[in-house]
């Protein structure tokens, strides 16, 4: 059974960084892609950043795209997502999704999700 479970969220001062971690059970990345997703108070849940077995990456972030970097550790089997120079926009529950076998955008195409880790940038 696949599985994902988020972590590494938590409380943040604008201008810092996070490393969101999402670990895979029942599965590895090789024939699969993980996105992650996030979803702002009172927003739609949009698009992040993926990373496909093949080694493709689709950052699909509005805006400060360079902010943000994935990336899968084999040993651990596990997919970051290290965001820098957080902002207040940042803030929300971040989810990580999988897909076979290429990256997307929209979040219908995503079988399996985390539970979420929640991000908050506050000073």
């Known amino acids: 059974q696949k599985q994902l479970v988020e972590s590494g969220g938590g409380l943040v001062q604008p201008g810092g960084s996070l490393k969101l971690s999402c670990e895979l059970s029942?599965?590895?990345?090789?024939?699969?892609?993980i996105a992650w997703f996030r979803q702002a108070p009172g927003k739609e849940r949009e698009a992040v950043i993926c990373?496909?077995?093949?080694?493709?990456?689709?950052n699909y972030a509005a805006s400060g795209k360079d902010r943000f970097t994935i990336s899968w550790n084999n040993a651990e089997n596990t997919v970051h997502l290290q965001v820098n120079d957080l902002k207040a926009e940042d803030t929300g529950v971040y989810y990580c999704?999988?897909?076979?076998?290429?990256?997307?955008?929209?979040?219908?195409?995503?079988?399996?999700w985390g539970r979420g880790t929640q991000v908050t940038v506050s000073s």
């Open positions: 999704a999988e897909r076979l076998p290429l990256c997307s955008g929209p979040d219908v195409n995503y079988l399996t």
């Open positions: 029942g599965f590895t990345l090789e024939g699969h892609a």
């Open positions: 990373i496909s077995g093949i080694g493709g990456i689709m």
